[in-house]
């Protein structure tokens, strides 16, 4: 066990979900084992979902917040969050399956839904990003394909007498955003980014990632450090569980309402813009 993660109570309501995944992967595993002799099956394709619960700390002009999520990925725009306090079930959800984004707020018996745009994952992440970046922000991947991806060797005398250092700077083409990452190798894993708009150029976020999976499989980041410049905060992630590669259900990002809920203006009633953090109890 890696230090720092949590087999107790600490993972709380918050790992049931992502428990629930690990089952299905399970029930799956004899489709992606190797064949044995005279065996005519066809391998299926590795997993392609992420899971992961973090930790989560916000803090603003407003105060400090704790909080938990629990994080579900579906590529190419897929996921699934949920929210909880420092104590009890989940405070709100937020489900996407790329084209609408739907929200329940089981305490209220309340539900709400939009089309998945930029400005309704702002209005309620905090993020004006679409599925695909946000995707891409959480995993610790630049914001664009692979083959337009640009990777450029910069260099720097050190401090130390006749040394130099050298990284490489990640960036997408122009678009509605200028993304800039820097990571230690050619595409390697990538250590820091920015986020800013494409015609101003104003600051939109900055991310540190650290704490990265060993071994095996995809290196995911288990600690992000997210500073959102237009809400003067800092949110920082801390994986309790995972990040770990799995099969995920495609029906977990399309929800069905539960029985008894009502459609309420959520998107709109938000005590604040931007969902991290605001789900929890601020400390005094």
Do not use: N
């Not at 590795?46 to 973090?54: C, E, M, Q, S």
């Not at 104590?87 to 399956?97: C, E, Q, T, Y």
């Amino acid at each position: 066990m890696k230090p720092g993660r949590s087999t107790g109570p600490e993972r709380g309501g918050a790992w049931r979900l992502l428990t629930a995944l690990s089952a299905i992967s399970l029930s799956l595993s004899c489709a992606t084992a190797r064949p044995r002799a005279g065996d005519t099956r066809v391998p299926t394709d590795p997993p392609r979902g992420y899971r992961a619960l973090f930790r989560g700390e916000s803090e603003s002009p407003d105060g400090k917040e704790r909080f938990k999520v629990a994080v579900a990925l579906l590529p190419p725009d897929r996921l699934r969050l949920e929210f909880f306090g420092p104590v009890g079930g989940p405070r709100l959800i937020l489900a996407s399956d790329g084209t609408t984004v739907r929200i329940l707020r089981p305490a209220d018996r309340a539900f709400d839904s939009a089309e998945a745009t930029v400005s309704s994952m702002d209005r309620l992440l905090g993020l004006p990003l679409d599925g695909r970046q946000i995707l891409a922000l959480l995993k610790a991947r630049p914001m664009c394909d692979p083959e337009v991806t640009e990777h450029q060797v910069m260099t720097k005398a050190a401090a130390t007498f006749g040394r130099t250092l050298a990284w490489y700077e990640v960036t997408c083409p122009p678009d509605d955003i200028r993304y800039e990452a820097r990571c230690e190798d050619r595409g390697g894993i990538l250590r820091q980014a920015t986020v800013r708009e494409g015609i101003s150029g104003a600051m939109i976020l900055q991310v540190e990632y650290g704490d990265h999976e060993e071994g095996l499989g995809p290196r995911w980041p288990r600690r992000i450090r997210l500073r959102m410049e237009r809400a003067r905060a800092t949110v920082t992630l801390s994986a309790l569980e995972g990040p770990e590669a799995g099969d995920v259900p495609e029906e977990i990002f399309s929800p069905p309402v539960p029985e008894g809920f009502e459609r309420r203006s959520l998107f709109v009633s938000l005590a604040a813009p931007g969902l991290l953090g605001s789900t929890a109890g601020k400390e005094r």
